[in-house]
């Protein structure tokens, strides 16, 4: 590789690109309804407790890996360990990222469609906005129609690169979203009766719970922080030598969680406030569907003055999340093809594009396909890749390099003293967790 890598330009930069690809529809959309298939606040322990114990050490280790090889995912593999299998831990990783964006952009392209919507009025003249999602539901070409424009979008920041298009609209719509969902969640949690939904979200109801509630929750984790396929390895090899790897991983775990926890105090009071039928909402719930976001969130903009700037800015904000998520999955493919196969960042992009756009379509005309896909990445191959990233940084990684990592070359003397621990969580802790929870899952 001769030509320079680049670098992302500054230390909120940083944070900004890789909170960015952790924010996006699976804290808004994904995790609202994994929570209530989980049973409200039982889900939100155990997610919290997988954030704590593998998101953040995961995280560091995938920066550790980028930053060490400063390479595309299975480029990292290669470089660290030359000439092993290991490398096929990254390309199981671009693959998950053809996974995840077959369905991820079919998601992007309602939060369009619902946003043209708002800014034409006609989804406030809507009586039944269930019945109106299923329609959307039912309409394979309107999903198209709104996904392959997504899919063009992520395209144009890609090729714009990595500097300009990446870090600098994370650093302007992150904070912008992050201030709207407060609002919201204060609308929320004064609507009458919206109590009931937050005691779904924050008391523990043990009559819910099934058997898979913690694969689901360690699924979720992965798929929220951005984790298990590589993605924090690419962006971690764009970072400066004296970015604090670990701070950096607390920082975005935090910031996502933060935002996922806000959505459901935006979704969930306000589903419980504005039911007609408050004897069946739980059970309504738990049976979930993807549609709990596009049918709650238009039902509380009603209740607000001016609610088509509302639903508007909401709907807006909530692509540009998704957009910038989608921007680091495109990233892992667009890398790995212009790296590994000297394919020009243009031509990759849109060999990525016309993949992509037709899971996409197989995903609009089939909704056991958009499902398979979700259910492939998130329970399964995010989980898998987690499990062999620790293993490689656990089993394989020169505990040497680890501590460079950790210390910025020794600049940083204090971090010294969590490498036994850390290392301790990656080589047994966590394997073991992470396959006995997989087991669980699928057996139990
Ligand atoms: N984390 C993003 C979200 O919550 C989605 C995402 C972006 C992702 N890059 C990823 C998920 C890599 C898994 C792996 O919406």
């Given at each position: 590789m001769t030509e320079k890598r680049v670098t992302f330009a500054s230390k909120i930069g940083i944070v900004a690109a890789a909170a960015g690809s952790a924010v996006g529809l699976g804290n808004i959309w994904r995790f609202p309804s994994q929570t209530a298939d989980g049973g409200g606040a039982i889900f939100i322990l155990i997610y919290i407790a997988c954030i704590l114990f593998f998101g953040i050490p995961l995280m560091m280790s995938e920066f550790m890996v980028g930053r060490a090889a400063r390479a595309n995912t299975a480029g990292a593999f290669q470089k660290l360990?030359?000439?092993?299998?290991?490398k096929w831990v990254g390309r199981l990783g671009v693959l998950t990222g053809f996974v995840i964006m077959g369905f991820y952009m079919v998601v992007s392209g309602w939060t369009l469609d619902y946003f043209f919507q708002s800014l034409s009025g006609?989804?406030?003249?809507?009586?039944n906005l269930s019945a109106h999602f299923d329609a959307l539901q039912a309409n394979p070409v309107r999903q198209i129609a709104w996904m392959i424009p997504f899919v063009f979008l992520s395209v144009f920041f890609i090729v714009s690169g990595v500097k300009k298009g990446i870090e600098r609209s994370a650093k302007i719509f992150m904070p912008l979203l992050f201030l709207l969902l407060i609002v919201l969640a204060i609308r929320s949690i004064t609507l009458e009766g919206a109590i009931r939904g937050l005691s779904f979200l924050f008391r523990p109801d043990l009559?819910?719970?099934?058997?898979?509630v913690f694969l689901d929750a360690m699924g979720q984790a992965f798929f929220s922080l951005s984790l298990g396929m590589g993605c924090m390895i690419t962006y971690g090899s764009y970072?400066?030598?004296?970015?604090?790897l670990a701070k950096t991983s607390i920082q975005v775990s935090t910031l996502d969680t933060l935002v996922a926890i806000l959505a459901g105090v935006v979704i969930f009071p306000s589903a419980f406030a504005l039911t007609a039928n408050p004897e069946t909402i739980v059970n309504e719930l738990v049976a979930g569907g993807p549609g709990l976001l596009f049918i709650t969130l238009p039902e509380l903009f009603n209740q607000m003055p001016l609610s088509m700037v509302w639903s508007a800015l909401f709907f807006c904000l909530l692509a540009l999340a998704a957009l910038t998520s989608t921007i680091s999955l495109m990233e892992v493919v667009t890398v790995y093809l212009h790296e590994e196969?000297?394919?020009s960042r243009l031509k990759g992009t849109l060999l990525v594009s016309a993949g992509v756009i037709i899971l996409g379509i197989i995903s609009s005309y089939s909704s056991l396909f958009f499902n398979v896909l979700d259910v492939a990445s998130a329970k399964f191959m995010l989980p898998i890749g987690g499990f062999f990233i620790c293993l490689f940084m656990g089993w394989r990684l020169k505990k040497n390099l680890i501590l460079l990592q950790l210390t910025n070359n020794g600049e940083?003397?204090?971090?010294?003293?969590l490498l036994n621990g850390y290392l301790f969580l990656l080589r047994y802790v966590i394997p073991i967790a992470i396959l006995s929870i997989f087991v669980y899952g699928i057996v139990g």
């Open positions: 360990a030359p000439g092993t299998p290991w006609s989804l406030h003249k809507v009586d009559s819910h719970v099934k058997s898979t970072f400066n030598n004296n970015t604090d196969y000297r394919v940083l003397p204090a971090r010294a003293k």
